[in-house]
């Protein structure tokens, strides 16, 4: 359950930031965890927080890419199909794999073995998804004018809006950085660690990753990470710091649109609620890819290319007393040059018929609102809203809307929505809808009936579900708290894991069972049916042959105490190479190209594995040689 | 529940960015909100994140504070000392006010009208606190370098480690920024509207607000801002954004002190799951300021002067196959120059004794693990750790740390402590320390039985509890993802109203009565025993004069339908000035000062408003006048 956010350089080209992601069914959760599933958001690329440095070496490059795809004939599969991963939710679990090579003996300054190693991000968990179409009402996503046609391996200054604080060329550590860091050491640290530390740089790293928006299962790496140790390790903290929110903030949002189902437009609105303004931008990026349909960030928009949208502010509403006067009340007609038409006067005209209509006194609509109503229609003729809970829905936002929306319909111009703030949305939607129906029959303009109601206040998910039920009349719903902080479970555990040194593979055993990592560099794969069913994913050594589709293969499932067999259709390689010696090797995909990703993602799941509350087991495998390995290092203490 | 974050500029003087910060016993609480109070965090010239601008006209000036300090003779108060707020935790609730000036009508092309205008910030909750003593081994606060002596009114590009991205000496929205605007509003919005946005700066802006580090209640305001209308309404999220989750991670800080007691230290290890590095360093910051003693994340340290502190990786153990042969084993003495001894050889001496006590096989522990742990003590013989759960603990991990430590002991070095991370932290930690009680006594090794116990992993309240119980040996408990997420609130419902227009109060009714505001230009001050005891806080008018102590003073408590009266003997004003028509009045508080105010006001309370659990309710009550101008606005309709 998290999602990755943005930050330090040698992050930038990593592609695993968002990931889908589920928990497991029928397994302990963790605190406040009902099941919140895991979506994958962007790619770090688009991030752009604190301390972003650009090493010295990250050239970008053309690579091939990390593997080939297999898709092969179909074939059946055997199961058992029980879960069988050995961490729970929202904790921790076993890693994986990657590449080393050279010897751990050295005299380094660092008390580190100065082999090359290779870690990985992985979590616990188990996928789910939802598809949401393109809807023709929502604005395409813009391009993003901060990134280039061809992605560069560091992040640019002018691409995120908080930018280097002090861009050092010479490598990760910047030397105001290894100051403070011999400030804080003990005093009689060697001297030459600090040298050794001014002198690390990226350009040893490689980097395979799930591509951003693709579905992520429990123990599946997210991310590989080879390089020298001492600069793997450093990249712990930035990368899970990166990972895990844009990750948990595109499932949560990817559970909020399965709750919606396709047809409400959902719109994020929790910037405010944010742990900061890069928390926001994170979660704004990452809500649309995890499935929402704009946000009203408007930097989210400026520097991410996210679709932006908005109402109008209560604070509008109220700052107009009723005794101003429109320096210019002449509106012309929407179709174009004819009379211009004093709107004021117009909307009290209406909203005389508007009151008899509805049996109230002319005087009852509060004239301030309405004031604000027409100063705001003035302004955006085109594009006119109705917040109606400033004072009273029925007495006052309703008719004053009504009045307006009516004199500008007499101009030919369309209302395009209304908003509703407190009280029983549900409710009042559908009162109004019935307002809405019988004020257009009464005055003949049809339109009027489908003028979209949007609600906010505090939705979560129940409330969702409530909104989104057969027969609803609310179109929009804005989301704020209840998608930024994801308060069900507001954070994903994803771990950091050294898996190999110099090619030996490393196993963390500890106490707790849970906390045991998977050793040795690995490669993971997506079995699946002859009909693009999901069957599992399997993990193996990184020197074993991929799995061949139409070929039956053993494995064991992740926990189990007995292994299965499995013959899939197609074959999928999960991680990609992203990086290669410090040299980016593919393009990065873009926001939009990501979001669709995902959304296909989704699709492939099985409705079962889709379900919000206890999904359907999905299980992920590890090879025989895996298992073996595991079994030899838990039998030896890890040796 | 929430708490500050950092950015925009016009914000970076606001000072009310971390509040103490309770719910109110007795009402509905927020999904998942079990008692979260709020505690100050900093400043917000301590933040710098996205899109910090530098406003032209904003410059440093001296000016008197916002009012003075009334400290006046003893009395006695009268009650009914029950809750009265008109909102619940966790979701916003009424403001307050502040003054204004211009006219509202003009020909501004914006639709909103040209006056000036006042909002506020406030929240709902009553306060709680624990007082936090220094403590002997604590790393004084560093100096925070990158703050000039005298703050600057605006945020230094080198201040944060998110730089502005395109600094305007313009005002707070640049031309790209209004650009942006443009392209996503209608197209026949008035271009004079852009060239409007375009001038805008914060010249004209005043705000007052509560110190950082102050106690909050419900519906006192944090903040009060005054300017012109439209620019006033452009800080309503940046500023929300930033007080919001530097208020909640102070205030859950604190309640993990108060849980902890005053004798535990207590680090903050929450980057990883932080929204960011951002929202880590924001939590790092005011975690500290809560009562959190350090943090180990380097940046708050480096850029905040938060004191840092840490242990090992398990990866460093892992990291070690224990075939690696040190290139130099040799160790010096800490007293000085005496023969240097191969501190490797001396270690698997040691070993063998310490495995004859423990009654382990010589070849039980870890081969691996001991080779790094000399690692590490070779690199840091002051400051040897030990991270003891990598394989086994008493198996592996304690006998080879002990191996090591008493090798160092030989030499006149002193381990600094151990670490545990799974298992059952409390009784692992009673073992070990009779293990090092009995191996002290046998070797002769005093210090040894005083060797701090670290523990960590996934620590909640609950699980905190259980570590501070009577007779626990834990003496550092580290907590990252329950203390930067605060999973039992993961938000705090601060809200920013406009309170008045032009001098004329604004009131915003709703359907939903909890969502009522505070009408008017208010001023809030805390009414205090003889004994220095909070009896209540009153907000009034701003033209009323102020309560007078010894005076009786007649109130209303918040929601209640009685008034009562009260005869404070002393009384404080709550908000202060700090920004005048866009300058700087007084030096920003240095983090310290802040964590001293935060720890002092907690000492303030009493012990029945520290309860985590039920707290007793602390009133907030209105003056007369300002209690018959809300009912005036609520009977009129807001008139």
Redo the contacts between chains.
């Keep these: 359950m ?1 999602s990755e ?4 350089a040698p992050l930038k080209p990593s592609p695993a930031a968002g990931t889908l992601w589920c928990p497991e069914a029928g397994r302990p959760r ?3 965890s009902p099941g919140l599933r895991r979506v994958s958001g962007r790619h770090v690329g688009r ?1 752009g ?3 972003v440095r650009r090493p010295s070496r990250w050239r970008r490059s053309r690579s091939p890419r990390g593997a080939r795809r297999g898709r092969c004939s179909p074939t059946s599969t055997t199961s058992p199909w029980r879960w069988a991963t050995g961490a729970r939710a929202g ?1 921790g679990t076993p890693p994986t794999s990657s590449s080393s090579s050279a010897p ?4 380094a300054p ?4 100065r ?1 090359c ?1 290779t ?1 990985c991000v992985s979590c616990a968990a188990s996928a789910c998804g939802t598809q949401v179409p393109p809807r023709p009402d929502e ?1 395409p996503p ?1 391009p993003d004018k901060t990134r280039p046609d061809k992605p560069l391996p560091f992040p640019r200054a ?1 691409e ?7 861009p050092s060329p010479q490598g990760p550590l910047s030397p ?2 290894v100051q ?2 011999a ?4 005093p ?3 001297p030459a ?1 600090f040298d050794h530390l001014r002198a690390l740089d990226c350009s040893g790293v490689t980097l395979r990753a799930l591509p951003e928006g693709s579905l992520a299962f429990p123990g599946v790496p997210l991310l590989q990470v080879s390089g020298p ?1 001492l600069v793997v ?1 450093l990249l ?3 990368l ?3 990972v ?2 844009a990750s948990l903030i595109a499932t949560n949002a990817a559970r909020l649109r399965l709750i919606a189902g396709p047809e409400k437009r959902l719109l994020e609105m929790g ?13 704004s990026t990452y809500s649309y890819l995890g499935g929402f349909d704009a946000s009203s960030n ?2 989210a ?2 520097l991410r290319g996210v679709p ?1 949208a908005g109402t109008l ?9 009723g ?3 429109s ?2 009340p002449m509106l012309a007609p929407a179709a174009g040059p004819g009379p211009r038409v004093d709107l004021a006067a117009c909307v009290e005209a209406w909203l005389e018929r508007v009151c008899v209509h509805l049996g109230l006194g002319v005087h009852e609509p ?1 004239r ?1 609102e309405r004031v604000a109503f027409v ?2 229609a ?6 006119f809203y109705g917040l109606l ?5 029925q ?2 936002g309703l008719p004053n809307f009504l009045a307006v929306a009516l004199a500008l319909g007499q101009l030919g111009y369309q209302a395009v929505g209304v908003r509703l ?3 029983d949305l549900l409710q ?1 939607a559908q009162e109004i809808r019935g307002v809405f129906r019988t004020i257009a029959a009464q005055f003949q303009v049809p339109w009027l009936e489908s003028v979209p109601i949007a609600v906010s ?2 939705i ?1 998910e129940e409330e969702l579900a409530r909104l989104a039920q057969e027969g609803s009349e609310v179109n929009v719903i804005g989301i704020g ?1 209840n998608v ?4 069900r ?3 994903l ?2 771990v950091y ?2 898996v190999s ?1 110099g090619g ?1 593979p ?7 069972p849970e ?1 045991q990592t998977l050793p040795g560099s690995k490669a993971a794969f997506r079995l699946l049916g002859s009909d693009g069913s999901l069957l599992l994913d399997v993990l193996q050594l990184a020197e074993e042959p991929p799995p061949q589709a139409g070929q039956e293969l053993r494995v064991w499932p992740r926990g189990a105490r007995e292994s299965c067999t499995v013959r899939p259709a197609h074959v999928e390689p999960l991680l990609r190479l992203w990086v290669q010696q410090g040299q980016l090797c593919e393009p990065l995909p873009s926001l939009a190209e990501s979001r669709a990703l995902a959304q296909l993602s989704l699709r492939c799941l099985s409705p079962a594995h889709r379900w919000l509350e206890q999904p359907a087991l999905y299980q992920v495998a590890l090879s025989e040689k895996l298992q073996a390995l595991v079994d030899r290092l838990t039998a030896g ?3």
Excluded at 104 to 107: C, G, K, L, P
Excluded at 183 to 186: D, E, F, K, R
Aim: charged share 20%; aromatic share 6%.
């Design positions: 998290t956010e943005q930050t330090h963790p605190l406040q991030g927080v604190a301390r904790r751990a003996r050295s005299a660092s008390p580190w073995p082999a190693a870690a604005r813009r002018d995120s809006p908080t930018a280097p604080r002090s105001p950085d403070f860091l400030s804080v050491l003990p009689d640290t060697e660690f140790l390790q712990e903290t930035p899970l710091c990166l895990s929110y910037l405010r609620r944010a742990q900061g303004p890069d928390g926001g931008l994170t979660a408007m930097l928009g400026q932006v502010a209560h604070s509008f509403i109220t700052s107009f007393s005794t101003e006067v320096p210019d509060h301030g100063a705001y003035l302004a955006f003729p085109q594009a809970d400033t004072y009273s829905v007495r006052s703030d407190s009280g009042q206040n505090n979560d708290t930024v902080t994801c308060p479970q507001p954070s555990g994803c894991k050294l040194v030996q490393r196993m963390k055993l500890t106490e707790d906390k203490g890890a040796l």
